[in-house]
């Protein structure tokens, strides 16, 4: 992106210039973390902060794990290959993102003023396919969260779904789909950053 492309941004936007880059400029997905650890309050913030990205009928089904004991941790990396499994040993804080395969059923917590519309949802095809594509939106979210708490994500997939699930989701109904890395960037954390479309490819008016 030119600096002339940048500014116009920058003008247009309604948040400044140094937000605008914390959460999107000069954000990366980082591949390297320094042992600086995250504290707990931190972490609650993130999904504080996460949980108020819309999502339909507010239904939100995502579900997040902090990775915290050594265990759990050896399980989830031992799901990963190569450079992958050495990134989640090492972040400060590790999350697996999953989707709640029943988040229909707190219909009446999250949409109080129609809890009949879960009646909608009684078909599992349809459910899951709301439940994953909603619970990716947050997962958007989930990743600016970390941005705004002044950190950087890893989002990492590839990884064995069926073996996370197995590790940390044998007592209930999640499914795993995204596992994320957070924490302060440590030493030569960015890969060149990769071109991105113009406007002319990726949008259009109608």
Known sequence: MSIQSETAIYDSLAIGQAAADQQFFDARSANSFSDEPVADDVLDAIYGAMKMG???????????TWIKSPEARQAIAGTMPGSNASKALSAPALAVLSFDTDWHEEFENFFPHAPERKDMFQDVEVRTTVGNNNAWLQAGYFIMAVRAAGLAAGPMGGFDSKAVDAAINADNNHRSFLVVNVGKPGENPWFDRLPRHDAELATRSV
Not at 54 to 64: A, D, S
């Open 54 to 64: 819309p999502t339909m009928m507010n239904n939100q089904p995502l579900r997040i």
